[in-house]
Nanobody, 121 residues
Framework: QVQLVESGGGSVQAGGSLRLSCAAS????????MGWHRQAPGKEREMVAD???????EYADSVKGRFTVSRENAKNTVYLQMNNLKPEDTAVYYC???????????????WGQGTQVTVSS
């Protein structure tokens, strides 16, 4: 099993910044992606950012140029630096880790408990 512990959410005014962190522990495999999804009230959960163990990165179009995802493999930790926040960024942010034991094996996904980010105008 894998446990993901998130921190760093909160409330901020539009234009402000926040940094989220997520640390993974448990049975970890070296082939993995870590990243962030978010879910706003009444909306589906959506991918925000994803980074592979070898630093291949993807962003949602809505956050490109404002959010930066990074990771420290030695600490099994992923970060999300969020700048120039907008009210539409308000959501619960969930850390996710996808991993597999071998290149041909199945992917397993794990979610954090979620952290609230609220951006006021």
């Amino acid at each position: 099993q894998v446990q993901l512990v998130e921190s760093g959410g909160g409330s901020v005014q539009a234009g402000g910044s926040l940094r989220l962190s997520c640390a993974a522990s448990g049975t970890l495999f070296s082939i993995n992606h870590m990243g962030w999804h978010r879910q706003a009230p009444g909306k589906e959960r959506e991918m925000v950012a994803d980074v592979s163990v070898d630093d291949n990165i993807e962003y949602a179009d809505s956050v490109k140029g404002r959010f930066t995802v990074s990771r420290e493999n030695a600490k099994n930790t992923v970060y999300l630096q969020m700048n120039n926040l907008k009210p539409e960024d308000t959501a619960v942010y969930y850390c996710i880790r996808r991993q597999r034991k071998s290149a041909s094996g199945p992917w397993y996904g794990y979610w954090g408990q979620g952290t609230q980010v609220t951006v006021s105008s």
